[in-house]
């Protein structure tokens, strides 16, 4: 009776694909002028990332997704003369910051599932 070698099963996947679907989702929302609907996918990416991975980086990440989104969101919520939407009330930096801050979970994740 001859065996052949199988490599050990991974015991955990690392980052859930949640995880990077909604990291993709949310500049495209906020970029495709649908800030307030980003919320979701910020959510996902929070809790998804809080709870599952195993990576310091990528839990880092998605907390500064996380702040740089809530930032905007605050202002809109709390000005007297806001837009009626959050997309006509976001700046550009801001929009900028949240690109910026999504592309780092992406590549944190990407460096994670590398390992």
Avoid: E
């Amino acid at each position: 009776m001859t065996s052949t070698y199988q490599p050990p099963a991974r015991t955990g996947r690392g980052t859930p694909v949640a995880v990077s679907v909604a990291a993709w989702a949310v500049p495209a929302l906020v970029v495709g002028q649908f800030a307030l609907l980003a919320a979701v996918p910020v959510a996902v990416v929070l809790v998804g990332a809080l709870r599952h991975a195993r990576d310091r980086a990528v839990r880092r990440a998605a907390v500064l997704v996380a702040l740089t989104y809530a930032a905007p969101l605050a202002v809109w919520l709390v000005r007297s003369d806001a837009a009626p939407s959050l997309s006509k009330d976001l700046h550009p930096a801001f929009a900028v910051l949240i690109v910026a801050a999504c592309a780092a979970l992406v590549a944190a994740v990407l460096r994670a599932g590398r390992r």
